[in-house]
């Protein structure tokens, strides 16, 4: 292979492996590998850092498995690391191959350290762990938004080599190509710059880019080049189906066409003094998303050859996945900017008191984020008499009065029935607006509506789930300030823990993964399941200020607990804090847990800011460790069937409580029998012992 393609793919690679945050490698089926690892971490050069590696992780071993595969697939070595594999076809064969790793499932991180422990050498297993540590965990959503970028770039792959098989590899076209890498989208002259390169791989003396970003019927023309200023088509404007360009954007397929200026279709270029005597429009599309179309075009030149051709449409490959990645990006910006903006909103309802106040801070709160020409709060609360309109200025006007005298006849007259069970969104036209409706109900009750009219249907999408939460705060808000409605503690508790999960449910993962270290800790010490039980309350109020929560669910033991770990991570100066012994030493098993799930491997212990009580830390030691291998791997260990019935419930991930009700024995009965399981296995947790079983049982033969 010549040197020049080898580094134009290997610059290929390296893009596409920061685009996925994996580490990437083409190789053939014996391993004879075209580029160097791109994006190499620990994991993946462990796994095929080199090219003579004998473990049963061996690339040649494993594309052995895959030689007849035509598709990419997600294969999962018998350690339960995964990767994907994707099959480049040449010439009816399939002699090279995309390697793109490793990741996880957050379920089996456990299991795949016991794994390691009983399969890679002593020497090495350290390595092996902590390497381990980084690999990402990725959900069915992620590892399909990487098979999708895969394709794009096995596609481009697959063309570069036959190029250069059939001997119509072009150094000139590839280092053009290599370009499109270097330009950076978040530049101005970003899209001109992919024009220009156009330009010159087809040879041709205009290009354009058009666009549909508002989602909409037409298309206008964004950028050209090549063109007079006087007749650029720049903000020229068709619709799908109109023309050649409008044909593409309906079919969602190349166009090309030779003496386009005989076609009365060309109106739309010769409108603006344009007349190509050659034309070609590519679809700039993602998973069936049409971002725009690319055309070019010569008014000379009478067609361009198919090798031109293609080279233009891994131009629109890679123009596709650009914009992907960049909706992408803005997308996940506005994601964490509204988060913060949310999460200020919340807190300032939570603490305001005056309740025309947080109404206004509401309203004000989402058209400033969704800019709606038409937003109202409507309430009938039970202590007033008729609706109250709030809209985005401080007083309604004549608008929203007529909207309200409307909304009140449908939904809060006396009689009507049903919409007082009502509980989702509600779309209806009025006045020729599209509104969405959301009402705020409690107890079979109907408080208000929330109106909204989008900008579009993905607007509306995103902020449903906002729109629920928030909802539900204000009603939760609105009742406190009745006492005959007044939440519990609990109710707050809740609604707090279901914001956490919505708007960070990666820290809300992480408490849960603090509740259950905090169950296999203190079960086998002989704690209450009440204290476990604060512990996973605390754990889960953890994000929020300690004030807020002292204020809204007072001196609650999980309270209790959070407020001693904020004086041992803010104000610990050596000396005791003062309050129940039993919250006190919640309180450092919740932040010896806390810090352990956060930093993870060794560091955890040097960033705690407190002495934690030597048994403690010896029993959570003993916890974490890697489960020790059995001995005798069939048979050795005998368990008697009701140890079995409960061993069925410890691998389905069935706590205690749940165990006892499916045997119809008590929680005590179900607790001694674990505890014997844990002799018999030489272990101390529940995770330990499920990863021993696995490994002694031979239940799950490949991890």
């Not at 401080?394 to 069970?421: C, H, K, M, R």
Request: glycine share 8%.
């Amino acid at each position: 292979m010549k040197n020049k393609l080898r580094r134009n793919l290997q610059s290929l690679q390296d893009a596409y492996a920061s685009l996925c945050g994996l580490t990437i490698i083409i190789t053939d089926q014996a391993d004879k590998r075209i580029t160097e690892p791109s994006g190499l971490t620990e994991m993946a050069s462990l796994l095929f850092g080199s090219p003579c590696a004998t473990a049963e992780h061996a690339i040649a071993n494993l594309l052995e498995k895959v030689r007849n595969v035509s598709k990419t697939i997600v294969y999962e070595t018998r350690s339960g690391l995964k990767m994907l594999i994707t099959s480049i076809g040449i010439c009816k064969q399939r002699p090279y191959y995309i390697l793109t790793g490793v990741w996880v499932d957050g379920c089996t991180k456990e299991l795949i350290t016991g794994r390691i422990h009983e399969t890679v050498p002593p020497g090495e297993c350290e390595d092996w762990i902590q390497a381990l540590d980084k690999v990402p965990v990725l959900d069915q959503e992620g590892v399909a938004r990487i098979i999708g970028q895969l394709d794009i770039l096995a596609d481009t792959v697959q063309a570069l080599l036959e190029r250069e098989q059939g001997g119509e590899y072009s150094a000139y076209d590839l280092q053009l190509m290599n370009l499109i890498y270097l330009l950076d989208p978040a530049s101005p002259e970003w899209l001109q710059g992919i024009l220009g390169i156009v330009v010159r791989i087809l040879g041709v003396e205009f290009a354009g880019y058009a666009s549909n970003a508002a989602d909409g019927d037409q298309f206008t023309v964004l950028e050209t080049t090549g063109m007079p200023k006087d007749n650029s088509l720049q903000g020229a404007s068709f619709f799908y189906g109109e023309g050649f360009l409008g044909q593409v954007g309906l079919s969602k397929q190349m166009g090309y066409w030779r003496n386009a200026d005989r076609d009365l279709r060309i109106s739309f270029f010769a409108a603006h003094g344009v007349r190509p005597k050659v034309l070609i429009c590519y679809p700039i599309k993602y998973k069936d998303k049409l971002y725009g179309l690319l055309y070019a075009g010569d008014p000379v030149r009478p067609e361009l050859t198919e090798e031109q051709a293609d080279m233009g449409m891994l131009v629109a490959h890679q123009l596709a996945a650009s914009m992907y990645h960049m909706e992408s990006e803005a997308l996940y910006e506005r994601q964490r900017k509204r988060n913060d903006t949310y999460k200020e909103i919340v807190q300032g309802i939570l603490v305001t008191q005056d309740k025309e106040d947080y109404l206004q801070l509401f309203i004000e709160f989402f058209q400033q984020q969704l800019g709606s020409p038409f937003m109202c709060l409507l309430l009938h609360t039970p202590d007033e008499a008729g609706l109250r309109i709030y809209s985005s200025s401080s007083a309604p006007n004549e608008l929203y009065t007529v909207y309200a005298e409307d909304a009140e006849q449908i939904y809060f007259a006396d009689g009507i029935p049903g919409f007082n069970l009502l509980n989702k969104p509600i779309r209806r036209e009025w006045k020729s607006w599209q509104l969405v409706e959301h009402p705020m109900v409690f107890e079979q009750r109907l408080l208000g509506l929330f109106t909204v009219q989008f900008s579009d249907e993905g607007q509306r999408r995103e902020y449903e789930t906002i729109f629920h939460m928030t909802n539900v705060l204000l009603v939760t808000k609105l009742l406190a300030q009745q006492p005959q409605n007044t939440p519990s503690g609990t109710d707050f508790m809740r609604l707090l823990q279901d914001n956490l999960l919505i708007q960070q449910p990666v820290v809300h993962s992480r408490a849960a993964d603090i509740r259950r270290l905090a169950q296999d800790l203190l079960e086998p010490l002989s704690h209450s399941a009440e204290e476990m039980e604060w512990i996973g309350q605390a754990a889960l109020l953890a994000p929020y200020p300690i004030g807020l929560l002292i204020k809204y669910l007072g001196d609650i033991p999980a309270v209790c607990v959070l407020r001693h770990m904020h004086y041992y991570l803010t104000d610990y100066n050596g000396q005791e804090d003062v309050g129940e012994s039993s919250h006190l030493y919640l309180a450092k098993v919740l932040l010896m847990l806390t810090k352990y799930t956060e930093q993870g491997g060794r560091q955890w212990k040097e960033t705690l800011p407190i002495p934690v009580p030597e048994p403690l830390m010896r029993s959570f030691e003993q916890l974490i460790a890697p489960p020790p291998v059995a001995v005798q791997q069939e048979g050795g260990v005998r368990f008697t069937t009701r140890e079995n019935d409960i061993l069925d419930g410890l691998l389905t991930g069935l706590n205690n409580k749940q165990i006892a009700e499916k045997l119809f024995i008590s929680t005590h009965t179900v607790k001694n029998h674990i505890t014997k399981i844990y002799e018999k296995l030489g272990v101390h947790s529940r995770s330990q012992a499920i990863s021993q079983i696995y490994q002694a049982t031979g239940k799950k033969d490949s991890l």
